[in-house]
């Protein structure tokens, strides 16, 4: 039996709507060998879309946070190479195909997916703008999708991964990979996915991102950096 080379991670909090399109166009990826869908204490029928749709699926009973889910799916797979890949994006999941190349080819150890720009349907940008300085504390490098979470990485990456709390995941996933030497790279990718936009849920959501993403910094380049990469990206409005 030919052990899974790429599996899918894909995360999922109440996304019955789109996780069997999201599960299907990875499963079309010649790449990839198996996907494992997180169910982050969903109240809807998202497990049983994924698993209709034949992913693998991973229940948690109490909602823990994207950080706990994708850690979830990870310790249930030895496959050397994972996508991590959001259960919004639907039939745009197949986007991921961009990612593979530069890491199977040993060019990185994590490449970042660059969306198209999402117009007036996300936010003003000031939790990325913020996500993005602080990445430029921690590593000195600018990084034009700080908070994306579609991803493809080698499972060491994973192991380099601190203690991290929900959506404080891709800040902390991309400064611990750079502390560890591992290669990070963005790569353009035409993923789409659903915008939470300027709504008061959208805003709410973003708080919590801001929150969780200053966590995260804070106890890996101190308040210090954390505040020079705030003021940073207040100055820069
Ligand atoms: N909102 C939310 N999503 C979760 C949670 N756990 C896992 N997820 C999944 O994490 C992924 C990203 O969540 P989204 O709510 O789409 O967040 P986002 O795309 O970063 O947010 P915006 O770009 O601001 O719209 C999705 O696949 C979610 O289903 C959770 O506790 N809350
Ligand atoms: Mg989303």
Not at 198 to 209: I, K, P, V, Y
Request: charge should be neutral.
């Amino acid at each position: 039996m030919i052990p899974d080379q790429i599996v899918a991670i894909v995360p999922a909090f109440n996304r019955a709507d789109s996780v069997a399109a999201t599960v299907a166009a990875l499963l079309e990826l010649d790449d990839v060998s198996g996907v494992v869908v997180v169910d982050d204490g969903s109240s809807d029928d998202t497990a049983a879309r994924a698993a209709e749709s034949g992913a693998r699926v991973v229940v948690l009973e109490q909602n823990q946070g994207k950080a706990a889910a994708v850690r979830a799916g990870w310790i249930t797979t030895d496959a050397p190479i994972l996508l991590l890949v959001d259960s919004d994006t639907g039939a745009t999941a197949a986007e991921a195909v961009a990612l593979i190349p530069p890491v199977v080819g040993g060019h990185l150890d994590m490449s970042i997916a660059v969306l198209p720009s999402a117009g007036g349907r996300g936010g003003f940008g000031l939790v990325k703008n913020f996500a993005a300085n602080v990445l430029k504390q921690g590593t000195g490098a600018d990084f034009a999708a700080p908070l994306s979470g579609q991803r493809c990485l080698r499972s060491e990456v994973m192991s380099a991964l601190g203690p991290v709390d929900r959506f404080g995941l891709e800040v902390a996933l991309t400064l611990d990979a750079a502390t560890a030497g591992f290669r990070v790279g963005e790569v353009e990718a035409g993923f789409d996915h659903h915008h939470t936009g300027r709504t008061l849920a959208g805003f709410r959501h973003r708080f919590r991102q801001g929150r969780d993403l200053y966590r995260a910094g804070s106890s890996r380049i101190g308040h210090r950096a954390m505040l020079r990469a705030l003021t940073t990206s207040l100055r820069a409005r």
